[in-house]
């Protein structure tokens, strides 16, 4: 009877040691490098065209460098970005909707709204340009889409681009598609929707940025091209928007203010300036 | 096919290079699903444990609701947690959204039916002799517990081995929970995701590579583990 007793306390013990590892390990892991990020770290929410074209990859790890600040950032569509603002889930706002975001402020869920740089929206198609496009002012290429039941390809995610997109419709005193045959939406991020406008053969919208990268990814040869471009109701504006510490008692508003005057900075400029492919400028910085 | 070619020949690059971006996800994925398997098998074993040793009112049904949780959509909990942890949330205060812990609490709800079930399973088919020997020894009520479970410990193993293989191919909660942020939570599955849509097929592939090669490790365990458990 002992030596059965004695194997199953081992046992136990065993199992015990075996336990109590796992969750030391558990601690450490929690308390080591998962933690370590709390301190010093900045959340932001911005729009995919940033993130898409690698601005963000060139922008975070010289924040770093300058304030020794870790800049994180959830690539979504602008209309998500403040919700998550308005949830208090980030602490920053990089995003490309003038309306929704003057309304984000006015209501009070983000305060200090800075203009850091623009560029602007353009319709792309195919080469051949089946709808014959091509030249038409925004306005008239989308009642032409409309009218010869084109195949377009929209965001559909409430993102900046979207509501620019609808707000052009309206313009032009349309109905927004929605269940149209011809009116795909994808719900997803700037790139992937250009891809899938590729591979339907479709017109799409899309900010100049994003555009830039897709060439850039083809070689300087995309197979889709601009069609409609140059109207001034293309403008496309973004900004930085920090979440209302009145509003958000987590948020972290004085990193956000860092970053805002860092992003307005004369080298940040430049910076952004600088960042080309194919030798164009992808944003052009306007904040001074 | 050309591309797909590249694709392949790149992503080996990427692999053999040290790529830090592939890297950073392989990191983040191994460190959620680790987190969670551990916390799914340190709350699903007993739970399974009493479910299947004990005899108890309601303990069919409850099996049927377990079985049930084992089909729960990724997404599902992705939702649920999300609307727990957003700052909004009941949850907001613990600060888990956008991070690896809670992508891995969000994960453990995953893989806790998993546990759950198969120990359950286990314990049930443990030699009924077990019991009365371990009582008839005297047994402290925690020692019956830990005894039975070594008992099951292959079983038990192949259960952590099962949550395993859904926790670090699920793309829902960590997509949803971490929120796909790079160098931070972006996994394997996020990261393969995200450069599909943007049509850089060669980190997809070389992650890609990676998972299979993980699930193809977690399956040999898994059998080995069967046969050692007899099944």
Not at chain 2, 72 to 78: C, D, F, K, M, R
Request: net charge positive; with cysteine; aromatic share 8%.
């Amino acid at each position: 009877m002992g030596k059965r007793d004695r194997k199953i306390l081992l046992e136990g013990s065993v199992v015990k040691k075996f336990v109590f590892m796992w969750v030391t390990a558990l601690v450490l892991l929690v308390n080591g490098p998962l933690s370590a990020s709390a301190a010093n770290s900045l959340m932001m929410a911005t729009t995919t065209s940033t993130d898409n074209t690698g601005l963000m990859d060139i922008l975070a790890p010289q924040f770093k460098k300058d304030t020794g600040i870790e800049l994180k950032w959830t690539a979504v569509g602008t209309g998500k970005a403040l919700e998550l603002g308005k949830n208090c889930d980030v602490d920053l706002l990089l995003v490309h909707a003038p309306a929704a975001e003057k309304k984000f402020v006015a209501d009070s869920y983000g305060t200090d709204r800075i203009r850091v740089m623009y560029n602007d929206f353009v319709v792309i198609g195919p080469q051949n340009d089946p709808a014959g496009l091509k030249g038409l002012s925004i306005i008239e290429a989308l009642r032409k889409l409309a009218a010869r039941k084109a195949a377009f390809v929209s965001r559909g995610d409430n993102s900046g681009t979207n509501k620019k997109e609808i707000s052009l419709w309206k313009t032009a005193g349309m109905v927004v598609p929605d269940k149209e045959k011809w009116y795909v939406q994808t719900g997803q991020g700037m790139i992937s929707t250009i891809n899938v406008a590729t591979e339907k053969g479709a017109y799409t919208m899309t900010d100049r940025g994003t555009f830039i990268k897709f060439a850039d990814h083809h070689g300087g040869n995309p197979p889709l091209v601009v069609l409609v471009e140059g109207d001034p109701g293309l403008f496309n504006q973004y900004s930085v928007i920090a979440v209302n510490p009145v509003n958000c008692k987590n948020a972290q508003y004085g990193l956000a203010r860092k970053f805002a005057d860092w992003i307005t900075s004369h080298d940040t400029q430049n910076l952004i300036g600088n960042f080309k492919l194919l030798n164009k400028e992808l944003f052009i910085p306007n904040a001074r | 096919m050309d591309y797909i070619l590249s694709g392949l020949i790149q992503a080996f690059e990427l692999l053999f290079q040290g790529n830090p971006e592939t890297y950073s996800a392989v990191k983040t994925t191994v460190l959620a699903s680790s987190l969670s398997v551990v916390a799914s098998m340190a709350i699903g074993s007993p739970l399974g444990f009493c479910l299947g040793y004990a005899r108890f009112p309601g303990a069919r049904p409850i099996r049927v609701v377990v079985d049930t949780l084992l089909a729960l959509p990724t997404v599902v909990i992705g939702l649920l947690c999300y609307a727990f942890m957003s700052h909004r949330g009941p949850l907001g205060d613990l600060g888990l959204l956008f991070t690896i812990p809670g992508m891995a609490v969000g994960q453990t709800i995953l893989g806790l039916p998993i546990v759950v079930a198969l120990t359950a399973n286990a314990v049930e088919n443990l030699d009924h002799r077990l019991k009365r020997t371990l009582l008839t020894l005297g047994a402290e009520p925690h020692q019956l517990l830990l005894t039975s479970l070594w008992e099951a410990r292959f079983a038990l193993a192949l259960a952590g081995a099962a949550a395993y293989g859904r926790i670090v191919s699920e793309v829902g909660i960590s997509m949803m929970i971490g929120g796909n942020i790079k160098w931070h939570t972006r996994t394997i599955t996020t990261a393969i995701a995200m450069e599909t849509g943007k049509g850089q097929f060669a980190i997809g592939i070389a992650l890609g590579l990676i998972l299979i090669t993980l699930a193809l490790l977690v399956n040999l365990a898994m059998s080995r583990l069967k046969r050692l458990s007899g099944q």
